[in-house]
């Protein structure tokens, strides 16, 4: 997991609009079909992967539904 999404990843992009939109139900839809961005920072180690990013955030909805997913990053 020494990886990131690229930072120019369309859809890496649209889960970080997700969360800090405060969509879980767009963050979980867009992860249950990206299931390896679950476990990989969206941008780089210091963003996260997206449960901690959602932290960062302050976007607690959607932390509570990526924590369902079974991330690693928790």
Same mark, same amino acid.
């Given at each position: 997991?020494?990886?990131? @999404? $690229?930072? /120019? +990843?369309g859809? !890496?992009? *649209?889960?970080? +609009? @997700?969360? $800090? *939109?405060?969509? !879980? *139900?767009?963050?979980v839809?867009?992860?249950?079909?990206?299931? %390896? =961005? =679950? #476990?990989?920072?969206?941008? &780089?180690?210091n963003?996260? @992967?997206? =449960? &901690?990013?959602? !932290? %960062?955030?302050?976007? =607690? /909805?959607?932390?509570?539904?990526?924590?369902?997913?079974?991330?690693? +990053? #928790?």
């Open positions: 997991a020494g990886q990131a @999404a $690229r930072e /120019g +990843d859809i !890496a992009v *649209g889960i970080q +609009d @997700a969360i $800090r *939109g405060g969509d !879980a *139900g767009r963050v839809a867009l992860l249950r079909e990206n299931p %390896t =961005l =679950l #476990h990989l920072p969206l941008r &780089s180690k963003w996260g @992967a997206p =449960l &901690s990013f959602a !932290a %960062t955030v302050g976007q =607690l /909805g959607v932390l509570q539904a990526v924590a369902k997913l079974g991330p690693t +990053d #928790h």
